[in-house]
């Protein structure tokens, strides 16, 4: 019986270790697996951003707009530094734990291997089966005998099982040293890619540096586009308050002729636009960007501007730049409420998701017509590219009635 309780326990303590280093692998490939994904991630941003970099250097003079793309590229570069030196630090964990689990694979190896060596010069005195009879023909009684033939068959059990152990870590071992070797050649690589990285830091902090005092020298002409940005989206602003207040108009007058009381939003919903409304919402942090690719160069909000000391910008949405001749994307299903123009602006297309509105403007060509439903990622429109600096950017304003939502915080993290 206590033999029993023993073994049960041993194979318990077995598979209890066995779960735990299987755990412990699943983690630890998992979280290198997750730093390996964001390198990448960031990496596909900094391309497209050098490939915006170079459309926008093309232009005859340093503009502001080359400005911000460096800007958004050095935070770029910035935070794949953090996360080389976090899959960097991950590594060096890694490696010590290995090294440390290879003298320990090496120690128990050795230990195997001398009570193996013991068991066999043991098995080899007692070879004549003679002895063994005579073993078990001494006993005193059946049970003695009884017992003594188990111990036979237990010891050779066991001699078995310390072979099959020994085999069994020495390929343990052998695999823990070539991951050893990976992750050391790896950490050769990662280290060799820092200090690339740091270097392109330098030289991109020095462009901006020389970017930003060749623009200081235009600061008259900085501030006449500065105005003429302002005017153009205070015109916009005062377009979607005008649709807003007219959508609002409708709902009132349709209610009183139905003899209701004026609906509390904006929009009166239907139970149909009860549903986009609440998925719209519910979508929160995983709608599509308004292009297949880009990067947000104007954020939210109320930020300094980039060269002009002491002034302060505004923006009622995300500005995003993308590639020359790139199409505008419907980010929700909805129906186009509005397709207009902008003087300066180029077209700005109004959906309406709901309780939600989404607004896309600096569009050169639109593809919907006001009433018509629009799918999830349907084609819109061609995002216009501004001769002057090369900048293809679409703007996009989410507003929620009359308050005007960060688009950042809607739009899914890129992958």
Not at 2 to 18: A, E, G, P, R, T
Not at 120 to 128: E, L, P, T
Request: proline fraction near 2%; glycine fraction near 4%.
């Amino acid at each position: 019986m206590i033999v029993k309780i023993i073994d049960s326990v041993f194979k318990n303590k077995c598979l209890l270790i066995l779960l735990l280093a299987i755990l412990s692998g699943n983690i630890a490939a998992q979280t290198r697996e997750n730093l390996e994904k964001e390198r990448q991630r960031i990496q596909q941003e900094i391309n497209l951003t050098n490939q915006l970099l170079e459309e926008t250097k093309k232009s005859a003079e340093t503009n502001i707009n080359q400005l911000v793309i460096l800007n958004n590229q050095i935070s770029q570069r910035e935070e794949l530094l953090r996360t080389i030196n976090n899959k960097i630090s991950f590594i060096n964990r890694q490696i010590n734990s290995l090294t440390q689990e290879i003298k320990s694979l090496n120690k128990e190896l050795e230990e195997l291997k001398d009570s193996y060596a013991n068991m066999i010069r043991h098995a080899y005195k007692n070879r004549d089966k003679n002895h063994r009879l005579m073993f078990l023909f001494s006993s005193k009684d059946f049970n003695q005998a009884y017992m003594r033939m188990k111990y036979m068959q237990q010891y050779a059990r066991d001699r078995q099982l310390q072979a099959e152990k020994i085999i069994q870590t020495a390929q343990k071992l052998d695999e823990q040293v070539a991951e050893l070797e990976s992750s050391k050649k790896e950490q050769q690589q990662l280290l060799a890619d820092h200090r690339k990285e740091i270097e392109t830091l330098t030289t991109e902090r020095e462009e901006q540096s020389n970017t930003v005092q060749s623009l200081r020298r235009k600061e008259r002409s900085l501030m006449s586009q500065l105005k003429q940005q302002e005017k153009e989206a205070e015109e916009l602003s005062n377009a979607i308050q005008r649709i807003i207040e007219e959508e609002r108009r409708k709902a009132a007058e349709k209610a009183k002729a139905e003899g209701r009381e004026a609906p509390a939003t904006v929009f009166e919903l239907t139970p149909e636009d009860q549903i986009i409304s609440d998925n719209f919402y519910e979508n929160k942090g995983s709608l599509p960007w308004p292009s297949e690719r880009g990067i947000i160069t104007r954020p939210f909000g109320e930020q300094s501007h980039p060269v002009l000391p002491g002034i302060r910008i505004s923006n009622d949405g995300i500005n995003i730049s993308t590639t020359e001749g790139a199409k505008a994307r419907a980010v929700f299903e909805g129906t186009v409420v509005r397709v207009f123009s902008v003087p300066g602006g180029n077209n700005a297309i109004i959906i309406r998701h709901g309780e939600y509105l989404t607004v896309y403007s600096n569009l050169a060509e639109v593809t919907v017509s006001n009433g018509q439903k629009v799918n999830i990622n349907q084609e819109i429109g061609v995002i216009s590219t501004d001769p002057r600096d090369n900048k293809t950017e679409v703007h996009l304003q989410i507003w929620k009635g009359t308050q005007k939502l960060n688009p950042a915080e809607w739009l899914a993290r890129r992958q």
